[in-house]
């Protein structure tokens, strides 16, 4: 069936660090892929999206490249905010499934002064 | 730019209760998304609605049902509530020129059943 994995959190990391969270999917078809962050208390927003095989999705100084040949779409920013903390999930839909969502675990981010 | 509106915002029932949420989609969006995250949890899509009829059903217990109006919101009813019901329920919006099928999400309705 389809399904995400991501990495486990909490990842706790210092102001301006490298972030990298990895997600991995199984699917068949070509999935369309996403990155969606939820701030504590609150709903889920699409942070960006890739709908295609070797797509870079990117927004707000995140960006994730879409590997159809290692089927993972890691999120990467290069300096992290103490704004950042949240949770963030990793996502897929398969083309011809209702576009319903499928949802990896969901990581917990600290961003730390 | 207008957002998905869900109401009530937070819910209290007791067990073996009747609970109704509702969602406004955004604006000429076609397709609404119901999903139940529990604590800590991961969203769980529930079912969906596209032109108003149900295009697809995934982990929706058989006490809840819901539909899509004329005018595009959506409700869900839950009946006979049990204390795992008490989760996150989000409902989310797609359709329109240009957004391909990305599904915006509304703010979630808090269900606590005691």
């Known amino acids: 069936g389809n399904s995400v994995t991501q990495m486990e959190g909490p990842v706790t990391l210092s102001e301006e660090a490298f972030l990298t969270i990895n997600c991995t999917y199984t699917?068949?078809?070509?999935?369309?892929l996403f990155w969606y962050v939820q701030y504590p208390g609150e709903g889920l927003q699409l942070l960006l999206k890739?709908?295609?095989?070797?797509d870079k999705g990117s927004n707000k100084g995140f960006e994730a490249t879409y590997r159809k040949e290692t089927t993972s779409f890691h999120l990467e920013k290069g300096s992290v905010q103490v704004s950042d903390s949240a949770v963030y999930f990793c996502a897929l839909s398969v083309p011809g499934q209702g576009g319903k969502l499928i949802f990896g675990q969901g990581t917990e981010l600290s961003v730390k002064p | 730019a207008a957002g998905v509106i869900q109401s009530p915002r937070h819910l209290i029932k007791e067990k073996r209760e009747t609970a109704t949420l509702k969602c406004y989609p955004i604006p000429r969006h076609d397709t609404v998304y119901w999903y139940q995250q529990g604590p800590g949890q991961d969203p769980q899509f529930l079912i969906s609605f596209y032109e108003k009829m149900q295009s697809d059903k995934g982990s929706i217990p058989d006490r809840f049902s819901a539909q899509q109006f004329s005018d595009y919101h959506s409700e869900l009813n839950m009946s006979s509530l049990e204390l795992g019901d008490s989760a996150l329920y989000f409902c989310?919006?797609?359709?329109?020129?240009?957004?391909?099928?990305?599904?915006?999400f509304g703010p979630g309705t808090r269900l606590t059943v005691l």
């Open positions: 699917a068949t078809g070509y999935p369309s």
């Open positions: 989310a919006s797609s359709g329109g020129a240009g957004t391909r099928g990305t599904q915006y």
């Open positions: 890739a709908t295609k095989a070797d």
